[in-house]
């Protein structure tokens, strides 16, 4: 699949900055407000940005992987929690509806038969990856296919007005995938880049490392980009990329979480390398491997607060902050209207 995204400009740098400088404050002074406020004006590529009906889309997948062992809860939770979802009483719940953020629940590859529900959308490509343990986890077709049902998602949102999404997920053993697709993406050893999970102790970690470890001797070094996201992946990793995509070539601010989400973004950035451009990194999860993708990337996060939940959550918490940076750039007063003095 290709995706045409364009970097984003600086043509009205000048002109933002002159305006955030302006505001009747000390330069400076709102700190990373003010440099979300310069990037989303950047994105939208005006300066006095909107943000427009915020959604949260949760994918969620299963994961042959932990056949390996690599997960301290079995995989029917993954089943469990979207029902939970469903239900309204997941954390992403919570934070998605104090702040007013749609929500959208997915069954990218989930390893059960859900009955149908208003709030589920069924997308799913299969029940659940093969173990790449011993074999590519998906085909290169259910790779591409992940990732075109993920971008026909964001463009049905972008077509009702949505111009900030965020992502989420659900998926028992996905912390393994994650960590095998940013080893084998940036070539960090497996030690590295994995962490506890949903609670594994040393022991686990170790193990799990020990897996992918394995798996990346098994398959070499020489995949390309596609290969890798099918060879480790997860579909809801997959469908997560293919939305990212998707949302920076319609030109969309993307909200990212935490350690699974931004593995979907690394493999986005490993298919088209201005995705980032329209990225705002909610948070530094406390998953071992989130701070070493960060500096991967490159990319500043908001909070750190020490989640380590995914379903979004932190994209969720982080909206009010980038809301703020919108309005302040939008309604605070100027030194000239406020009849202030500025600094000589």
């Given at each position: ?229 099918a060879t480790y992946g997860g579909y809801e990793i997959a469908m997560t990329t293919g939305a990212m995509l998707k949302a920076a070539e319609l030109g ?45 990337l490159d990319a500043e996060p908001i909070m750190q607060l020490d989640l380590r939940l995914g379903e979004g959550t932190g994209a969720a918490i982080a ?26």
């Amino acid at each position: 699949m290709n995706f045409d995204i364009k970097a984003v400009g600086n043509t009205l740098d000048e002109k933002i900055l002159y305006k955030i400088n302006n505001k009747t404050k000390p330069p400076g002074s709102l700190g990373k407000l003010e440099k979300i406020a310069l990037q989303i004006g950047k994105i939208q590529q005006t300066e006095s940005p909107k943000l427009i009906n915020p959604c949260i889309m949760v994918f969620a997948g299963d994961h042959g992987v932990v056949e390996e062992g690599v997960s301290p809860f079995p995989q029917e939770v993954t089943h469990q929690m979207v029902l939970n979802f469903l239900n309204g009483g997941a954390a992403i719940n919570v934070f998605a509806g104090q702040n007013s953020i749609s929500l959208q629940i997915i069954d990218a590859g989930v390893n059960f038969d859900f009955t149908e529900h208003p709030a589920l959308n069924n997308q799913k490509v299969a029940k659940g990856t093969r173990n790449f343990a011993k074999e590519p986890a998906m085909s290169i077709d259910q790779c591409n296919e992940a990732l075109q049902r993920g971008a026909d998602l964001v463009s049905e949102k972008y077509k009702e007005g949505t111009n900030i999404i965020g992502f989420g997920e659900m998926g028992i053993g996905n912390t393994t995938a994650a960590s095998a697709l940013f080893s084998a993406y940036s070539g960090l050893e497996p030690a590295k880049t994995s962490g506890r999970g949903t609670g594994l102790d040393e022991d686990g970690v170790s193990h799990k490392a020990e897996v992918i470890q394995k798996a990346i001797n098994k398959y070499g070094n020489n995949l390309s980009a596609i290969e890798i996201l099918a060879t480790y992946g997860g579909y809801e990793i997959a469908m997560t990329t293919g939305a990212m995509l998707k949302a920076a070539e319609l030109g969309m601010c993307i909200l990212v979480d935490g350690f699974i989400i931004t593995s979907a973004l690394i493999a986005a950035q490993a298919l088209s390398k201005h995705v980032v451009d329209y990225c705002i990194f909610s948070h530094q999860s406390n998953e071992q491997g989130h701070r070493l993708m960060l500096e991967y990337l490159d990319a500043e996060p908001i909070m750190q607060l020490d989640l380590r939940l995914g379903e979004g959550t932190g994209a969720a918490i982080a909206y009010p902050v980038v809301k703020s940076a919108v309005n302040f750039l939008n309604e605070m007063a100027s030194f000239d209207d406020a009849k202030v003095s500025n600094k000589e």
